[in-house]
């Protein structure tokens, strides 16, 4: 499912009002873009549980912040806030909880309001070139009938 939400041609938000723990994140980290309230947490628990993190869970989490945060990330279970992660780019945007729908709704439609192929083929080439695949006509990553 994971796979099939990063690959999706349309660009995905999540809208974070609560927690997001485990597949939550992992969910979180599957969308495009992440805007959060300042109450949010978020954490992977699985360790703590006896139990690894997915394989696609810790591609995603290790994709965004590298090895090295990653494994710490996975390895102590710490909870973090969402102000934590916006430096670490986990999060795009932090707003306050009755900004959070009209801070998404302005987003997508902003997007919306963009050519639909360099939409798609701009994330198409982001999410090549993150997995280590060659890019050399960016234009022909995704064709649209």
Request: proline share 6%; charged share 15%; aromatic share 6%.
């Amino acid at each position: 499912m994971l796979h099939e939400l990063v690959h999706l041609e349309q660009v995905t938000i999540a809208a974070i009002n609560g927690y997001a723990i485990g597949g939550g994140w992992s969910l979180a980290l599957g969308c495009d873009l992440r805007i959060a309230v300042p109450e949010a947490e978020f954490w992977f628990p699985e360790v703590d549980l006896g139990v690894p993190l997915s394989p696609q869970s810790t591609a995603l989490l290790a994709a965004h912040v590298g090895p090295s945060l990653a494994k710490e990330i996975i390895l102590t279970c710490r909870r973090f806030t969402a102000a934590e992660l916006l430096p670490l780019g986990l999060v795009n945007r932090v707003v306050k909880k009755e900004e959070l729908w009209p801070c998404v709704w302005a987003l997508a439609q902003s997007l919306a309001d963009k050519n639909p192929n360099a939409v798609m083929v701009s994330k198409a080439t982001v999410n090549a070139l993150v997995s280590g695949q060659a890019v050399l006509r960016p234009d022909l990553i995704l064709t649209r009938e």
